[in-house]
């Protein structure tokens, strides 16, 4: 994905031994993550599809649940979102706080598919929005290349999904607190199945 100015001297976290399955074990950081994901569709006559994704993971204290629902139409080989995807998590444990990400439900058929959300700690607020640009090329992907998340209008951390292992980054002055928090987004952001990559 194009990384912001703000954030491409920040060197990359990968989620290191990460594979492809639905469960297994990795680290980030140097602490351990294990995790179950799924990503299922059900189709109906090749013309409706039910996506469902669901992750659960264990890491630094904290357990994150999430769970996605939408519904996609396809006439020969144009597919367009009935009801878009939408996405919660929730975090227990050492970090407490939510998740809700969203696709807007008026995306035209054939086009990406953008995602916009907010995560909540407490007092601590962040924006999240998918990005569909890679770095060197003129077409958007329909599936995020990766998320921007910001704190009140403002760069602060960006994970990357086009490369082999998702990777993330973040700016260099945040607290613990605020770090631990990002760290709880990108994990379940990034172990997620994409519908836009397992649908139709």
């Known amino acids: 994905m194009q990384v912001p100015q703000t954030l491409a001297s920040a060197a990359p976290v990968e989620f290191d031994g ?27 006559l090749d013309a409706l599809h039910f996506d469902r994704v669901a992750v659960q993971f264990e890491h630094a204290g904290t357990v994150g649940r999430c769970d996605g629902r939408g519904t996609t139409a396809t006439a020969g080989v144009v597919s367009a979102p009935l009801e878009p995807l939408e996405l919660r998590c929730r975090f227990t444990g050492a970090t407490v706080g939510e998740v809700t990400l969203r696709e807007p439900p008026l995306a035209g058929a054939g086009t990406r598919r953008s995602r916009v959300g907010q995560a909540s700690f407490g007092p601590l607020v962040l924006e999240i929005r998918s990005e569909h640009e890679l770095q060197g090329s003129a077409l958007p992907l329909p599936q995020p290349a990766g998320y921007l998340i910001q704190r009140q209008g403002r760069d602060i951390a960006a994970l990357e999904l086009t490369d082999t292992t998702p990777s993330w980054r973040h700016v260099a002055e945040l607290d613990d607190p605020t770090r631990a928090a990002l760290a709880q987004v990108v994990l379940a952001l990034g172990l997620l199945f994409d519908p836009a990559l397992t649908g139709p």
């Open 18 to 44: 990460l594979s492809g399955g639905r469960q297994g074990r990795f680290t980030l950081g140097g602490q351990p993550v294990q995790f179950r994901r799924m990503g299922d569709t059900l189709s109906v």
